[in-house]
């Protein structure tokens, strides 16, 4: 069935760090990828997505893109803030049948001052 | 002007109790879903509706019973209520165009004790 693994968390860094955030994912067809963001004590957000191969989607200084051949959308920031720290959620959405988003496991990204 | 709203935002309940959540949507979607999030923060899709029709419904107990009185409103009924079932119940929605994204609601914190 369909799939998505996460790298483990927790992740600890430090402000102004780079952030990598491994996912990949098993799926039937052309899935839609989805990050998305929970802050502590709030829901889910949408934080970037992408449709298809090769696309790169971007938010909020936090870009990802779409690898057909690696099966991969790892989520990556350049320099991070302690305001970034929260739950971060890859999911995938396979485009084929009924309508349902399929989540990772979810990484815990902590970023100390 | 809150797109996925959900009450009550906090649940606390004895076992054997019935309990309802309500979930509406003002974004004008056609899908509208319940996913459940244990205690380690996995994400796991229950029901879900399109356009007051049943499409998912993922070996779920049947003492959890969705109701869709029209297409903006989805609200989960649980019979019996059990210590397993404490988790946090996000209600969300979809449009029909595929890759567009999920809106979530930001939970209901259940707590059988």
């Known amino acids: 069935g369909d799939s998505v693994t996460q790298m483990e968390g927790p992740v600890t860094l430090s402000e102004e760090a780079f952030l990598t955030i491994n996912c990949t994912y098993t799926?039937?067809?052309?899935?839609?990828l989805f990050w998305y963001v929970q802050y502590p004590g709030e829901g889910l957000q949408l934080l970037l997505k992408?449709?298809?191969?090769?696309d790169k989607g971007s938010n909020k200084g936090f870009e990802a893109t779409y690898r057909k051949e690696t099966t991969s959308f790892h989520l990556e920031k350049g320099s991070v803030q302690v305001s970034d720290s929260a739950v971060y959620f890859c999911?995938?959405?396979?485009?084929?049948?009924?309508?349902?988003?399929?989540f990772g496991q979810g990484t815990r990204l902590t970023i100390n001052p | 002007d809150t797109a996925v709203s959900q009450t009550p935002k906090y649940l606390v309940t004895q076992m054997g109790n019935d309990k309802s959540i309500k979930c509406e949507q003002n974004?004008?979607?056609?899908?509208m879903y319940w996913y459940k999030q244990d205690s380690k923060k996995f994400l796991k899709i229950m029901f879900s509706?399109?356009?007051?029709?049943?499409?998912i419904n993922e070996t779920v107990p049947n003492r959890f019973s969705p109701k869709s009185p029209d297409k903006a409103h989805l609200n989960l009924h649980i019979n019996s209520l059990e210590l397993g079932d404490s988790a946090v119940y996000f209600c969300?929605?979809?449009?029909?165009?595929?890759?567009?994204?999920?809106?979530f609601g930001s939970g209901t914190r259940l707590t059988v004790v």
């Open positions: 799926a039937t067809g052309y899935p839609s």
């Open positions: 992408a449709t298809k191969a090769d």
């Open positions: 509706y399109n356009n007051k029709e049943l499409i």
């Open positions: 999911a995938l959405d396979r485009n084929l049948g009924a309508q349902k988003l399929v």
């Open positions: 974004l004008g979607h056609d899908t």
């Open positions: 969300a929605s979809s449009q029909a165009d595929r890759g567009y994204g999920y809106t």
